[in-house]
């Protein structure tokens, strides 16, 4: 059974940081791109970062780069979100997915992307 278990989120205030993590099991994920993606109350599910397989690549969404940090430790099979200098607009639901698939110049998710649950960040002001 293939499991994406985030973790990491919480409650936090404006200019703090936070460092999602996204344990894999049930398959070898090393392989693949992932990314995070973020939902908040009434709007589309977003991607905020992708990163290749071997970590050398990275992508993120404007109003987020320079602030977060995607990595990837393919020996533990985990993905990180490290998310500094938080903003109340950065609050949402976070969750990591993969294997994502690169077309048109960016990441996407597919049908055969596997979702984790989510973990809450709320960044208050």
């Known amino acids: 059974q293939v499991q994406l278990v985030e973790s990491g989120g919480g409650l936090v205030q404006a200019g703090g940081s936070l460092r999602l993590s996204c344990a894999a099991s049930?398959?070898?994920?090393?392989?693949?791109?992932m990314g995070w993606f973020r939902q908040a109350p009434g709007k589309e599910r977003d991607i905020v970062a992708s990163?290749?397989?071997?970590?050398?690549?990275?992508y993120y969404e404007a109003s987020v780069k320079g602030r977060f940090t995607i990595s990837r430790d393919n020996a533990k099979n985990t993905v990180y979100l490290q998310a500094n200098n938080l903003k109340p607009e950065d609050t949402a639901v976070y969750y990591c997915?993969?294997?994502?698939?690169?077309?048109?110049?960016?990441?996407?998710?597919?049908?055969?992307?596997?979702w984790g649950q989510g973990t809450q960040v709320t960044v208050s002001s």
């Open positions: 990163i290749n397989r071997s970590g050398g690549t990275t």
């Open positions: 997915a993969g294997p994502l698939v690169y077309a048109s110049g960016g990441y996407y998710s597919t049908q055969s992307s596997y």
């Open positions: 049930g398959r070898t994920f090393s392989s693949y791109p």
